[in-house]
């Protein structure tokens, strides 16, 4: 393996991306939990607002059809105005392309359909000027079969060092013609590939994304390096793929539940677990099983890609107890919490590490953000919780209750690039609509951190992509069983009335194709309409900026400040107070409320905030709007609630006179308290 260099002399210096948000500023050390931080506000990544770009889809500026990083330096005015803290940027680094990028064959160059290192330096220095963070993607469970790594230990055949930096093991049966385990990708189809002289190599994914062997000093020495040397160049953070790989099971045991799997070409007796890890695995609830201990739900990605993955409703393989979520992979996330905490230290700055981390129990899952560990891990619960009120009140608590017991805070995400957007996985349709602009204001007044993925702003829907113009590899790999993530992956549409909506020059062809008839969707349009879910998102990113209270993260006790469940409610209703916490420094007296205010009036429109009522003035150092609020939320029924206040939000028109509320089915509000 070729050794990562960086030359501190010559490294480029790290761009300021110091916050200007109310309420973020924070020192050296500060940290979720940290012991001994003596910081007096919150780092900015607590109660943040995170915007991810999936880079080959957001914008193009060289016209191949292909976004890059000049086409996302030149939105950055648009996300600031929309009034999200940072960005995550997708994997733009050198790669074969077999997943889009997440087949790295090297990590610390940016790949020519991309641009360019200078590139990626302007857009950093671009976005920390418009106040944005800048957090990247790093792939460290596997690298691309055309890593310089792969390709010598190919060359170096069995038994040599250049192989153990991978998987490779010897085949089972005669000659070695089956693969060593039963394990599946979560691609579809075996996780072992043969090579020519006869050994095996491990990919839980694409054949072309061989698994790293994270017991291998080398292997994370590596990574270590790769890690700064993007610090060294100013990113903020990192979001890890797949965070709960990397390190497997030492003796790579069979999976129990996959002896009678379509996919599994052996079927073999599962081996005995001598240790009882398998027995603890499943003690600490991952995922569902059924009483012999097989998941009870769907498995594969044939008919689960683009789903949402559980245990229950595919992608069964991210869940399974010997290939994921080991507990030698919390050494190596101390390893990189200090790095980071290290860099924090010397400029005073504050970087996150976000891990994509598909754990189902919240308790096995809040390990991976204890102090010394990851800042924050994505909550999925939201994302595959059924739109009801009683399914997302579970969720929350179970997230909160988790993350505070270790120091951490909640990351709410509600759509990305591997699953089906909100408006289709809702139902579709106007309903569909609904329920996900309601989702989307629910979720970004609960406490911790919220991430969007690109266009959940504009209430994008799941596109149905021609077969002859996927692009997926699970479309591939699952024998054309499963459609794959192409649909949730559609280029941004920016302006016009017709493809390529201002995404690329108007003669070039997208990489996926556009639909017709998104002409009002675009951006530019939904600008323009007051009822848009564009302006409702601006709308409450402009309330949550203003009200930094709403983003802090209390813990989960009901009589601590800051977060309590409305009681004696209809069943079909979530309802919440968010409060500021007496120690939380308010925001300063000049700070104003949000542009765009509606009339004031009995009702406020979607979209639109309410303007103060006519009473005097705040105290100095108070917020207009004061230090409460509610949400509520209605799912499948109308709601009628005696709750008396001021409307500044809404997702759907409601009927409100300042003591009774009427929401009909699948609407969200905030309301904040009458002054005087």
């Known amino acids: ?113 991309f641009g360019t290192l200078d590139d990626l330096d302007a857009l950093l220095r671009d976005a920390h000027t418009c106040g944005l963070k ?125 002896a009678t799997h379509p996919a599994n ?10 240790d009882g890890h398998a027995g603890d695995r499943e ?15 769907a498995t594969g990605a044939a008919g689960a890609a683009g789903a949402v993955p559980t245990p229950e409703t595919g992608f069964r393989e991210l869940f399974e107890p010997y290939s994921w ?47 010394d560990e990851l800042h924050l891990t994505f909550t999925f619960s939201l994302l595959y ?15 909160r209750a988790a993350t505070a017991a270790v120091g951490a805070v909640p990351t709410w995400v509600l759509a990305n690039h591997d699953v089906i957007r909100p408006v289709s996985r809702y139902g579709g349709g106007a309903t569909g609509l609904r329920r996900a602009r309601a989702a989307l204001l629910a979720m970004l007044a609960l406490p911790g951190t919220a991430y969007l993925y690109q266009g959940d702003e504009l209430g994008l829907p799941q596109v149905d992509v021609p077969p002859d113009r996927r692009r997926d590899p699970v479309w591939e790999r699952s024998g054309h069983t499963s459609p794959g993530r192409d649909g949730t992956r559609i280029p941004m549409p920016w302006s016009g009335q017709s493809p390529p909506y201002g995404f690329t020059a108007d003669e070039v062809e997208p990489w996926l194709p556009q ?3 998104w002409g009002a969707l675009t951006a530019a349009a939904q600008s323009e309409d007051p009822l848009s879910t564009r302006v409702l998102v601006h709308g409450a990113l402009a309330l949550r900026r203003a009200l930094p209270f709403l983003g ?50 009995d009702t406020a429109p979607p979209g639109r905030t309410a303007p103060p009522d006519d009473t005097p003035p705040p105290a100095a150092g108070a917020h207009p709007l004061g230090s409460a609020l509610t949400c509520v939320m209605s799912t499948d029924e109308e709601v009628r609630l005696a709750l008396a206040g001021r409307l500044v939000l809404a997702s759907s028109p409601v009927s409100y006179d300042g003591a009774t509320l009427v929401l009909p089915p699948a609407t969200t509000v905030w309301v904040v308290p009458r002054s005087g």
């Not at 050198?94 to 020519?112: E, F, I, K, L, Q």
């Not at 003690?283 to 739900?297: I, K, L, P, S, Y």
């Not at 290290?342 to 981390?357: A, F, I, K, N, S």
């Not at 977060?563 to 107070?577: G, K």
């Open 385 to 399: 919780a059924p739109f009801s009120a009683p399914a997302w009140r579970s969720a929350i608590d179970a997230a």
């Open 552 to 601: 802090s993260s209390a813990g989960p006790d009901e009589a601590q400040p800051g977060f309590r469940w409305l009681a004696d409610l209809p069943v079909d209703c979530l309802a919440f107070d968010r409060t500021a916490p007496p120690a939380r420094t308010p925001p300063p007296a000049h700070t104003a409320p949000p542009a765009g205010t509606a009339p004031p009036g």
């Open 283 to 297: 003690g600490h609830g991952e995922g569902d099983r059924g009483a012999d201990g097989v998941g009870t739900g």
């Open 134 to 258: 800048v957090i990247v993607d790093v792939v460290p469970n596997h690298s691309s079969e055309q890593h310089p790594a792969f390709q010598a230990a190919l060359a170096a055949g069995p038994g040599s060092p250049e192989r153990e930096l991978y998987l490779f093991r010897d085949g089972r049966g005669p000659d070695g013609a089956l693969p060593p385990n039963n394990w599946i990708s979560v691609f579809g189809g075996p996780a072992w590939s043969r090579v020519p002289d006869g050994q095996w190599y491990l990919h839980l994914f694409a054949r072309e994304q061989p698994d790293w062997n994270w017991r291998h000093p080398q292997v994370r020495a590596e990574h270590r390096e790769i890690l700064r040397f993007w610090l060294d160049r100013g990113v903020d953070g990192f979001r890890i793929d797949v965070s709960h790989g990397l390190v497997k099971d030492d003796a790579l045991r069979d999976h129990p539940a996959l």
């Open 1 to 113: 393996m070729d050794p990562v260099v960086t030359d501190r002399a010559d490294a480029p210096t790290p761009t300021d991306g110091t916050s200007t948000k109310p309420g973020s500023g924070a020192g050296p050390g500060d940290g979720g939990g940290e012991p001994g931080s003596g910081a007096a506000q919150a780092p900015w990544w607590r109660d943040a607002v995170m915007y991810e770009v999936y880079i080959r889809s957001f914008a193009d500026t060289d016209g191949d059809g292909v976004g890059d990083l000049e086409g996302i330096r030149g939105r950055l005015p648009d996300l600031a105005d929309l009034g999200v803290d940072g960005i995550w940027i997708s994997p733009f680094y050198r790669s074969p392309m077999a997943d889009h990028g997440y087949d790295v064959a090297d990590h610390t160059d940016v790949d020519p359909l």
């Open 265 to 274: 070409p052996i079927a073999v007796p599962a081996t005995p677990a001598a």
């Open 515 to 517: 639909p017709p008839d």
């Open 325 to 371: 979520d080991q507990d030698g992979v919390h050494e190596i996330y101390r390893e990189w919490r200090a790095i980071l905490d290290d860099y924090d230290r010397r400029d005073g700055r504050d970087r996150v590490l976000v891990g994509e981390t598909w754990v189902a129990d919240p308790e096995r899952l809040a390990r991976y953000v204890r102090p």
